[in-house]
């Protein structure tokens, strides 16, 4: 059963345009989400997070939306850039609790310039 | 400050074998945990440490085990390889358990077994 879902294994865009990564959760109980970006033959790293008593959260180029009667996140980043291109993984955990992330599959960005 | 190191990081092995792979954490963090990734399963939780204890496991089978050390190193153990079992295996680290899920991760150590 999995309860993260990326269900675009692969998103292909503009340089200098939007790029805009999905996530669905079945979880009730996750109440802490994060983005987390990887190259090739590099581990994960984190990206941005977003609490579930937001709705919204900034770092720069990137922007985390939650929606939780959607159970529903997205990540946007504007504009994109051809270094952006890597895998992102969507994932989910219970704040205050361990560090079981649970992981989507990943979505696979390809930025062209 | 050194991120997270993990040895070795290619290794082949046969069916039936054992591996231990090893992490260590970034200087000052407390907390270790490892996770599976496989293209047809993405990334799975392993295992989580904390001061030399376990705090939580994922659903893998007893042949997946683990250990922390005082220095908070840690290992990892697959006996009984299967071909399965192939993948890459990462270690993340943060200062402690719980306090939102920012891992730091390693490369990871890419295992192949024939």
């Known amino acids: 059963d999995q309860q993260v879902k990326q269900n675009s294994p692969s998103l292909s865009v503009q340089e200098g345009r939007i790029s805009i990564l999905n996530c669905d959760y079945t979880n009730s109980m996750f109440d802490y989400f994060l983005w987390y970006k990887k190259y090739p033959a590099e581990g994960p790293t984190f990206l941005i997070s977003?609490?579930?008593?937001?709705d919204k959260n900034e770092d720069g180029r990137f922007t985390v939306f939650l929606n939780k009667s959607a159970k529903h996140l997205s990540l946007h980043i504007v504009p994109s850039q051809p270094g952006d291109s890597a895998v992102y993984f969507c994932?989910?955990?219970?704040?205050?609790?361990?560090?079981?992330?649970?992981f989507g599959k990943g979505t696979k960005l390809t930025v062209n310039p | 400050k050194a991120g997270v190191t993990q040895t070795p990081r290619y290794l082949i092995k046969t069916r039936g074998q054992q591996v231990t792979l090893s992490c260590s954490p970034i200087?000052?963090?407390?907390?270790v945990s490892w996770y599976q990734q496989t293209p047809g399963q993405g990334l799975q939780f392993l295992f989580e440490y904390f001061s030399e204890t376990q705090r939580n496991k994922g659903n893998f089978p007893g042949r997946f085990s683990g250990r922390q050390f005082s220095n908070s190193r840690s290992e990892m153990n697959v006996s009984t390889l299967e071909l399965g079992d192939s993948a890459l295996y990462l270690c993340a680290s943060s200062l402690v358990p719980g306090i939102g899920g920012e891992l730091f991760f390693g490369e990871g150590s890419r295992l192949t077994v024939l």
């Open positions: 977003i609490s579930s008593i937001k």
């Open positions: 994932a989910a955990n219970t704040q205050g609790g361990s560090e079981k992330l649970v």
């Open positions: 200087s000052g963090h407390r907390s």
